[in-house]
DNA sequence: GTAGGGTTAG
């Protein structure tokens, strides 16, 4: 019998067709082809190519990439590209300097998957020199690669420089904006974000769905409620068309400003729920300290039929950790484990949330050894859970083992050094704590400035400590003082000795009356309607004598007050905190 | 023949 004469495009094509899901298959028409000793088509490599590109398998593509004759630039672009999707910015960069140093002419298609590679690889030198090769081929007022440069430089902090970019861009369309706004908030710069998003009509362009879903995401960063609600008004009276994903920013932000009840309300009535909505209204319980009904809903989850993801996994297991729940928590991470499906198996975040349960509860030994047990090289969010736990139950000699540890992954964190600092500071060890100060001066790295922001009037209010810029100062000062002197007469005493928990170490003049949290409050008790809480978002942790202050005001005013900190929420109402005080 | 923007977690 006689192999086919030639293998051509037409026998490949259907063959192709029914295969393309399945590497193996694929892997196996490859192979019969090879094995008839024909010469292949550069055309059927680059349909495998593609093939493997999409279905993830890089390296069964590069090996193909490397069997063909003089590849061109289209070809050359398909790998840049596979590298890019598959989240391989190293691999897709340096496929680019190869291309580039064998003198391939790069074209229009090339530049935005390399760019985006640059943006991914955080090096900020090999962006720039892009930029350069971007200008040298006259390739940088075609708008998706000027797009992604702007992008790329958005995450490298370069805010001035993308301004520049987009102001000079010659078609500034939607795309445009919204990749500007989008890349904003995702690097944390939600007000950008959002005074962006009002300015989208000037071009005389409409926002759209994307536009957005942006918007509300820098919402939920923001804790701007009020803003939020209004933006999603307007969406739906200009008919922009609300479909899942903009239905689930809708939710997380109800969620990010401590609205459980919002979001539980809007929840019931999306239409088609997917699995992000039930992660999102998980976590969002989680956070919120309702664990039980957190756990209900995955229940209910699986019961309608839904399979969580490792994302949903992390709502429960921090559902765990957010209330203590330790055989619950083991038991979960235990069916994740064992579960046989390879995309819920345990990553590092979720060791790291077990690892934050077993060491908050007491459980510091256990927490080691599930660490020791780890399959993977345990990152500074693992090391870190454990010495804040650490710090919580004041053992120094494992808090500087892990410290070790930790500093050797993430040596330029600052809070990690500030919780070190703290177990010592609370041990009477002020030779070490001077120690790690000295040592974050000499490394450069610098303590987060902590800030609060409420809500009010559609306008966000922010405080630091001690702060006396904001024009209502000298009426919150005035308050803030009265305040105190009543809750001092009903039991509260200023906690002056050391912080626990990754609490900035704030500057010696900022006395701890004067946090920005506390200033934060007072301007929501004279500012937001007596009807509605008072939201205070805060970018670091809550430290112990905001939270007790908080408790106390709560009581004496009879506001209610909501307040986010960097991991979770607290419902401070009636003197009482919805964490239970473990946090 | 190929191309830029969006939601959960961290």
Not at 110 to 129: H, I, M, N, Q, R
């Amino acid at each position: 019998m006689h192999p086919p004469t030639l293998f051509t495009k037409q026998t490949f094509k259907p063959l192709l067709q029914v295969c393309s899901s399945c590497p193996n298959q694929l892997k196996q028409i490859h192979a019969i082809v090879l094995s008839t000793g024909l010469s292949i088509k550069n055309s059927l490599i680059t349909q495998l190519l593609t093939c493997f590109t999409i279905l993830g398998d890089m390296p069964y593509a590069r090996q193909l990439f490397d069997e063909m004759h003089k590849p061109r630039t289209f070809l050359w672009n398909t790998l840049i590209k596979g590298y890019v999707k598959n989240e391989l910015p190293c691999e897709a960069a340096s496929v680019y300097r190869q291309m580039h140093s064998l003198g391939i002419s790069p074209d229009p298609f090339t530049y935005p998957f390399v760019v985006k590679a640059c943006s991914g690889l955080g090096e900020t030198w090999e962006g720039e020199a892009i930029h350069g090769h971007v200008v040298k081929y006259g390739l940088e007022f075609v708008a998706m690669v000027r797009t992604e440069l702007m992008i790329m430089y958005v995450k490298f902090g370069e805010l001035g420089l993308a301004d520049f970019l987009f102001e000079s861009m010659v078609e500034r369309d939607l795309v445009a904006w919204n990749a500007l706004i989008a890349a904003c908030v995702q690097m944390g710069y939600a007000g950008k974000a959002l005074s962006l998003f009002r300015q989208i009509g000037v071009d005389g362009i409409q926002p759209d769905a994307v536009s957005v879903v942006s918007a509300l995401s820098g919402c939920g960063q923001l804790g701007c409620l009020e803003i939020g609600e209004e933006i999603y008004r307007l969406a739906r009276k200009e008919g922009i068309d609300c479909n899942i994903i903009v239905e689930n920013a809708h939710l997380d932000m109800y969620v990010k400003c401590g609205s459980v009840e919002m979001a539980r309300d809007l929840f019931e009535i999306i239409p088609c729920r997917n699995v992000v909505s039930w992660s999102t209204m998980i976590a969002g319980y989680a956070m919120n300290g309702e664990s039980e009904k957190a756990l209900a809903l995955f229940s209910r989850m699986q019961s309608e039929g839904l399979k969580p993801n490792y994302v949903t996994y992390l709502g429960v297991l921090s559902a765990c950790s957010h209330s203590g729940l330790v055989s619950q928590g083991r038991a979960y991470f235990n069916r994740m484990a064992h579960s046989g499906d390879k995309n819920i198996q345990p990553r590092k975040e979720h060791y790291a949330c077990m690892v934050d349960l077993l060491g908050r509860s007491g459980h510091l030994d256990e927490a080691f050894n599930f660490i020791k047990s780890m399959p993977m090289e345990p990152d500074s969010g693992v090391w870190g859970a454990l010495l804040g736990a650490c710090v919580i139950h004041q053992n120094l000699e494992l808090a500087q083992h892990v410290a070790d540890n930790l500093f050797e992954v993430a040596p330029a964190i600052a809070s990690y050094h500030v919780l070190l600092s703290n177990v010592y500071a609370t041990a009477g060890r002020w030779d070490c704590v001077d120690k790690v100060r000295l040592r974050m001066r000499k490394k450069g790295i610098k303590k987060i400035t902590a800030y609060s922001s409420v809500e009010s009037d559609g306008e966000i209010h922010v405080f630091f400590g001690g702060d006396r810029s904001h024009p209502q100062s000298a009426s919150i000062y005035d308050k803030l003082e009265e305040l105190l002197k009543q809750m001092k007469c009903i039991g509260y005493i200023p906690k002056t000795g050391y912080v626990l928990h990754d609490v900035e170490m704030e500057d010696k003049e900022v006395t701890l009356s004067t946090h920005s949290e506390k200033l934060g409050i007072v301007f929501g008790l004279i500012n937001v309607k007596p009807e509605y809480p008072i939201r205070v978002m805060k970018n670091l942790r809550v430290c112990e004598d905001c939270h007790t202050f908080s408790k106390f005001i709560s009581k004496i005013t009879g506001r209610n007050i909501i307040m986010r900190d960097k991991k979770r929420f607290h419902h401070f109402r009636n003197g009482v905190c919805s964490c239970k005080d473990f946090w």
